[in-house]
């Protein structure tokens, strides 16, 4: 199991509290439990996220687990990399419009509603489906799943569901697009990092790309032309390279 938790803005530490939560298999010899701090990358995982879920693969893990540091309407890396998404929703959290809002709906295979005993978890069922009937009607259609996971209650469904959306995405063909697509994106994502990094240090250590960073922040120079002439002396990008339109 992979577990991503928020690093801090101001001393990028992290709590990586989860094996503290999972009494039950925290010290069982079957489960690996690894905790991963975002250091603040975007989208609810960590850079090397879907490298570590790879290497627990080639160790010959059967199923991998991959907690988000919790997902709002643009925390949806998870979608790049896992090959089933599935959305736990918690009823009486606050306005469960907001937490519906498009971006988070599009994003989950399965959803579980868990405290299935709270007076609201059938009203936000209702709300849920209500929201998903707006959504495309072909293809995969999210079951939703109510849970007690205090006492066990409805995770042998929700593995079900999981389990017919695994046949399903197998049937289809579609696993493999996906990870096809989820291993182009890492590639793409990692070298953006990378380039940034790279850009950042040249910056550092060019007096003349000094200058124009600072003509920029005097609003004397554009962001644009200014990317356009870092691009070119670090990476000799010219105009004719470039997709930018002011």
Do not use: C, Y
């Not at 090397?48 to 907690?67: C, P, S, W, Y």
């Not at 079951?143 to 995405?169: C, D, F, Q, S, Y």
């Not at 960073?213 to 390279?241: K, S």
Request: proline content about 4%.
């Amino acid at each position: 199991m992979i577990s991503v938790d928020p690093s801090s803005p101001f001393t990028q530490g992290a709590l990586l509290g989860d094996r503290i939560r999972l009494t039950d298999h925290f010290l069982d010899p079957d489960v690996f439990i690894r905790s991963m701090g975002t250091r603040g990358h975007l989208g609810g995982l960590a850079e090397t996220t879907l490298q570590t879920l790879l290497v627990l693969d080639a160790a010959g893990k059967d199923v991998v687990f991959l907690e988000t540091v919790g997902t709002g309407q643009s925390e949806v890396g998870v979608l790049s990399i896992a090959d089933t998404v599935v959305l736990a929703l918690m009823p009486g959290s606050g306005d469960s419009i907001q937490a519906l809002k498009a971006g988070i709906m599009e994003i989950p295979d399965v959803i579980a509603i868990n405290k299935m005993d709270h007076p609201l978890a059938k009203t936000m069922m209702n709300e849920v489906r209500q929201v998903l009937a707006l959504g495309p009607h072909d293809g995969w259609l999210p079951p939703i799943v109510l849970t007690e996971a205090m006492r066990g209650e409805g995770v042998e469904t929700l593995w079900e569901k999981i389990k017919e959306h695994r046949a399903w995405l197998e049937a289809d063909g579609e696993l493999e697009t996906r990870r096809r697509r989820n291993l182009a994106s890492e590639v793409f994502q990692v070298a953006s990092n990378r380039a940034r990094r790279h850009i950042e240090l040249a910056v550092q250590d060019d007096a003349e790309l000094q200058r124009l960073l600072g003509e920029v922040q005097a609003r004397r120079l554009d962001p644009l032309t200014a990317v356009r002439e870092i691009l070119q002396r670090v990476f000799h990008v010219g105009d004719a390279d470039s997709t930018d339109t002011p």
